[in-house]
C-alpha cells in the first residue's frame, strides 16, 4: 500500500505540472487510505507537500509565461488571511464528533473527510463541462472585488481542508478575470504554493508534530512528477486533459463517499 502511495505522490505532482491543480485531490486519499493517517493530520501533511510542489511548478511557470500579477495580489493576499484564520480558529474550534445522525456519531475526520469528496464532485463536474469561455469583460472595480471574495472563500477551504484549491482557483481566474489558460495555471501554482506552506507553518507554530522523513521523501517524488507534468503541459492540450482528469476526480469522490458512509452502517 505504501508503494501504492509513493506512486501516487509522483501522480500528484504530474497533475500540478499538467493542469495546475489537483494536487490535494490526490494527496488526502494517499495519506488517509494508503498510510492510514488521520484525516487532520493528513491536512497538514497535505499543506507542505502540496505547498512545496506548487512552488517548484510555479517558478518554473513563472519563467516560461509569467503570471497574472493583479490576480496574484487581489487574490492571493486574500487567501492567505482565509488560510490563517481558518486554521488558527476554526479548525480547532470544530467539536469531535461534528454530530449525531440516528444515533451514529460522526466524527470531525469523517466530516472533513466527506466534505471534501463533495467538493470533489461539485468541481469535477465543472472541469467535465469544459466551461472555459472567458466572461464578458468586467471593470477594474468589479474583477478586483470579485477576485477578493474568491480568494478568501479559497482560502478558507485550504485552511479546512488541507486543499490547495487549484481546481477552484483556475475556473475563478479563467472565467471570472479573463486570464489565459497557461498564465492562470502558472498563477494558480503561485497562489497554492503561498496558502499551503503559510499554513503548514502556522499548524507548526500551533505545536502539530510531523515525520520530517516521510514529508521529504512524498515531496520528492512529487516534485520529480510535477518537472515532468511542466514538460508534458507545452505538448498537450489542456482543454483535453482538464476533463479526462474531471472524470477521474468524479470517480474518486464517488469512492470516498461511498466507503465512508458505508463504514457508518
Known amino acids: 500500500m505504501e508503494i501504492l502511495g509513493y506512486i501516487g505522490a509522483v501522480v500528484m505532482g504530474l497533475s500540478l505540472g499538467l493542469i495546475g491543480g489537483g494536487g490535494s485531490i490526490l494527496t488526502i486519499p494517499a495519506l488517509v487510505y494508503l498510510f492510514h493517517f488521520d484525516m487532520v493530520t493528513a491536512t497538514t501533511y497535505s499543506l507542505f507537500i502540496v505547498g ?66 463533495v467538493l470533489m464532485l461539485v468541481t469535477s463536474l465543472r472541469m467535465i463541462r469544459r466551461d472555459t469561455t472567458p466572461a464578458s469583460p468586467r471593470t477594474t472595480g468589479d474583477r478586483r ?39 492562470a495555471i502558472g498563477t494558480s501554482l503561485l497562489i497554492i504554493a503561498a496558502n499551503t506552506l503559510i499554513g503548514f507553518t ?6 502539530r508534530a510531523v515525520d520530517v522523513a516521510f514529508l521529504l521523501t512524498f515531496t520528492g ?13 507545452e ?9 479526462a482528469f474531471g472524470y477521474f476526480v468524479l ?8 466507503r465512508e458512509l458505508s463504514s457508518l452502517s
Open 145 to 183: 472585488i470579485a477576485l477578493v471574495v474568491l480568494g478568501l472563500g479559497v482560502g478558507m477551504i485550504t485552511g479546512l481542508l488541507g486543499a490547495g484549491g487549484g481546481f477552484l482557483i483556475i475556473p475563478a481566474l479563467v472565467l471570472l478575470a479573463g486570464t489565459p489558460m497557461k498564465q
Open 251 to 258: 470517480v474518486m469522490g464517488i469512492y470516498i463517499i461511498g
Open 52 to 117: 512545496a510542489v506548487s512552488a517548484v511548478g510555479g517558478i518554473r511557470s513563472w519563467r516560461r509565461v509569467g503570471p497574472d500579477r493583479q490576480a496574484l495580489l487581489h487574490f492571493g493576499l486574500p487567501s492567505v488571511f482565509g488560510v490563517l484564520a481558518t486554521r488558527a480558529w476554526l479548525l480547532p474550534a470544530l467539536p469531535d464528533p461534528l454530530f449525531i445522525v440516528g444515533g451514529v456519531a460522526v466524527g470531525r475526520s469523517l466530516g472533513l473527510l466527506l466534505l471534501f469528496a
Open 235 to 243: 505538448r498537450i492540450p489542456n482543454e483535453k486533459l482538464k476533463p
Open 202 to 207: 502556522g499548524d507548526l507554530l500551533h505545536g
Open 221 to 233: 517524488l512529487a516534485v520529480i512528477g510535477v518537472l515532468i507534468g511542466g514538460r508534458w503541459s
